[in-house]
């Protein structure tokens, strides 16, 4: 199947419809979504959208929030450009009909988040994500030039004398087929499913960071994943993430004796950065040799319940009533804050190649994502990006990369093919909240083993399948991540190693860049 448009989006979260948008009055769009445009990140996001309208309130003091978060590695332009942008397009969606929550005055209600100085974060109750996600798909396909695509999986980008010049993807059946296109860009989200614990979807296995990165585009920051500290930790049950919205009503954690701990951790307490509670988390439960869990019983409960119905219902279904009962909570992979490297109006390394979103690495979140930054990222980058799109400069402007290499022992073992169980295992344990050199070492080799393996069956063209290509993205993603943890030797925001706990400007504090080397 060969198609043809104007322009090609993979993805159809906030970042994607928002690049739609901007791409509409210029051509025709085709976007592809690798399953129901309901099963994104983006309508898994509960807290809300960060921006700084409040009476006590400035993109100054929002962009210092986010550098602090970012543990000194956030690209100043790119959170200026965020936290001055960021309240006009979000005032936008409310002139798009987003139903926020309002105050008794008809302004938006603005929540308190961990690390934000101020209340700026708009809600829609618990599922913010999902409304704006409404918003946007209905302001995007009322448009005729725009077709979608549904269950269709792009696999890898077409490259022509160093331009891309659009995608191949697999089709709901199975067969290949391709998009040319002006411009291309990947909005896929994040990579949660690289992990064996995770709040995100079953979609978000990195294929947009994959399909660049094997497309020869730069990756960069690729050690920085954040794992959010309050997951629903019941066995049987899902993996829920409990919104750090709840504690920024009041909310705190306490130990299986009932103590709140964070102030023994933190001086912020509960609302401490989000690497910090979740790290906190693992090792009071190993000091008590218990549990942890979020208590909200201290709060009104019918506050507690209309404030958060989605969160509510769903502990429920669990057996656990929100406003009564202390909640089992565990870490779990949440947020990529590496990626495909960009530059401000979403260029990759690749002319005629952009991305935008969770799957892009402007480096606005330096090493830790600031709460509720993530759909606000979206929402402007996105934007961004299509505008460049429609102006027709391709020209990559990303700064001069850094490399470098992470020494790793040589596989000493005939290597076998793991499955995705396996390798999400591996790096739950290895490359999860706490790292080390030994365990970092290990997955590298297993995983560069795994990746030759790939390599080999796509070079002799191997047939491909959905499930065949899934494993490809975990596996590739799962090699970059493991390669840049093994790579900096020190601990920095969502990045800690056991045998570098400390900072090092002198030596690490820069961004390093990975690119596919061919032979």
């Known amino acids: 199947m060969d198609l043809r448009g104007d322009y090609v989006i993979v993805g159809s979260g906030i970042a994607g419809l928002r690049a739609a948008v901007e791409l509409a009055p210029a051509g025709n769009i085709v976007i592809i979504t690798k399953a129901d445009p309901s099963e994104s990140n983006t309508e898994y996001a509960q807290g809300g959208i960060a921006a700084a309208i409040g009476p006590d309130d400035s993109p100054m003091l929002h962009a210092g929030d986010t550098m602090t978060a970012g543990d000194g590695l956030c690209d100043e332009r790119a959170v200026r450009v965020l936290t001055e942008e960021g309240p006009r397009y979000t005032l936008e969606l409310l002139e798009w009909g987003a139903r926020f929550n309002l105050d008794a005055d008809g302004r938006p209600a603005l929540a308190s988040e961990g690390a934000h100085s101020v209340r700026r974060v708009l809600h829609a109750s618990d599922a913010t994500g999902r409304e704006i996600g409404r918003v946007l798909w209905e302001r995007t396909t009322s448009r005729t030039q725009i077709s979608v695509l549904k269950n269709t999986l792009a696999t890898s980008a077409i490259v022509e004398d160093g331009t891309c010049t659009g995608i191949q993807f697999l089709d709901d059946r199975g067969r290949p087929g391709r998009v040319r296109a002006r411009a291309t860009l990947l909005a896929t989200g994040g990579a949660g499913q690289v992990f064996a614990q995770t709040t995100n979807p079953a979609v978000a296995t990195g294929d947009g960071a994959a399909v660049a990165y094997r497309a020869g585009a730069r990756v960069a920051d690729m050690e920085f994943v954040q794992f959010h500290p309050t997951v629903l930790d019941v066995e049987g049950a899902p993996r829920f993430l409990l919104s750090e919205a709840l504690r920024g009503e009041g909310a705190r954690l306490v130990n299986a004796d009932g103590e709140a701990f964070m102030l023994n951790y933190h001086p912020s307490g509960d609302l401490a950065p989000r690497d910090v509670v979740a790290r906190s988390i693992v090792r009071e439960s190993q000091r008590t040799n218990g549990p942890v869990y979020l208590s909200l019983k201290h709060l009104k409960a019918a506050e507690v319940h209309r404030r958060f119905p989605m969160i509510s219902a769903t502990v429920l279904k669990a057996g656990f009533d929100l406003s009564r009962d202390p909640i089992p909570v565990g870490p779990a992979a949440h947020y990529l804050m590496g990626g495909v490297e960009t530059d401000l109006e979403g260029r990759t390394s690749i002319p005629g190649l952009f991305a935008a979103g969770e799957v892009a690495c402007t480096r606005v979140h330096g090493a830790n994502r600031l709460a509720s930054n993530s759909l606000l990222e979206g929402l402007v980058f996105g934007a961004r990006a299509g505008i460049a799109m429609t102006a027709g400069d391709y020209t990559p402007r990303l700064p001069e990369p850094v490399f470098r290499e992470a020494a790793s022992s040589a596989w000493l073992e005939a290597p076998r093919e793991m499955d995705e169980t396996e390798i999400r295992a591996m790096m739950w344990k290895s490359v ?85 080397h061919r032979s």
């Open 432 to 516: 999860g909240l706490f790292r080390d050199r030994e365990s970092l070492r290990a997955a590298v080799n297993q995983l560069q083993a795994q990746e030759s393996m790939l390599e080999e069956a796509l070079t002799n063209g191997a047939p491909m399948d959905h499930a065949a290509w899934r494993r490809a993205s975990i596996v590739s993603v799962a090699a970059l991540i493991a390669r840049a943890a093994l790579r900096r030797q020190e601990s920095r925001g969502g990045h800690f190693r056991t045998d570098f706990p400390a900072h090092d400007d002198l030596q690490w504090k820069t961004h390093i860049t990975d690119v596919m």
